[in-house]
């Protein structure tokens, strides 16, 4: 079974700093996509940004930019300049193609320090 | 545009009642319906998936059951509650493409006492 690993409970970041969030994943499939996902605490799932496992160019959403490092099953979420409405819980998931099903790491709590 | 509706919002029911939750898809046609369960510290939980009415996949055996009645309607049910199906569900739809990410409604909160 594919499994997504966010080791990071909690992290915190001043204000305009950057913050990298980390994710593993575990599979033997050669195509997938990745995404991050947003939980603010109106708890409403927003996408991030995603990423496709055959692509070597890194996404890129204004702030928000991925390092997929496909080798190392890696993909960890960069966020430049960091603002207070950052702060939610993030979480990493990996879908497997063909297939219907979206596996989900426990979560990276983000805190936003003014 | 598309847009997911979920509800109730929230649910208090004592242990051993019914459950049913409801989550309808509007905007689109033949949408992937899923069922998530998520529960303090655990992520979240794949429950049930549905590629189409009356196709139901099940991720986890358990308490609960899904069904699709129409294309566009996703529901979450239990006979008899337990205390540990206590959690926030959540609704979500993709297309059936392979990049389409999933899109989410806003979650239940459900509280078995």
């Known amino acids: 079974a594919q499994t997504v690993t966010q080791s990071q409970p909690e992290m915190s970041v001043q204000e305009a700093e950057t913050v990298t969030l980390s994710c593993t994943y575990d599979t033997s499939e050669s195509d997938y996509y990745l995404f991050w996902y947003k939980q603010p605490p109106s708890r409403q799932m927003i996408l991030v940004i995603r990423?496709?496992?055959?692509?070597?160019q890194n996404a890129t959403e204004n702030r928000f930019s991925v390092n997929f490092q496909k080798a190392a099953k890696s993909f960890s979420l960069k966020i430049s300049d960091s603002q207070l409405g950052d702060a939610a819980m993030y979480f990493c998931a990996y879908r497997m193609v063909p297939g219907n099903q979206f596996y989900f790491g426990t979560g990276t709590s983000l805190t936003v320090i003014p | 545009s598309q847009t997911i509706h979920q509800w109730p919002a929230t649910l208090v029911q004592p242990v051993g009642s019914p459950l049913s939750l409801e989550c309808t898809v509007e905007g689109t046609s033949n949408p992937n319906l899923y069922w998530y369960r998520q529960a303090a510290g655990r992520g979240l939980q794949l429950l049930f998936y549905s590629v189409g009415i009356g196709q139901i996949s099940s991720e986890v055996p358990q308490n609960l059951s899904a069904s699709r009645p129409q294309d566009r309607q996703f529901i979450l049910s239990s006979k008899k509650l337990l205390l540990s199906d206590s959690g926030f569900y959540l609704c979500?739809?993709?297309?059936?493409?392979?990049?389409?990410?999933?899109?989410f409604g806003n979650g239940t909160r459900l509280t078995v006492t």
């Open positions: 990423q496709e496992a055959y692509k070597q």
């Open positions: 979500a739809w993709n297309r059936d493409s392979d990049n389409s990410p999933l899109h």
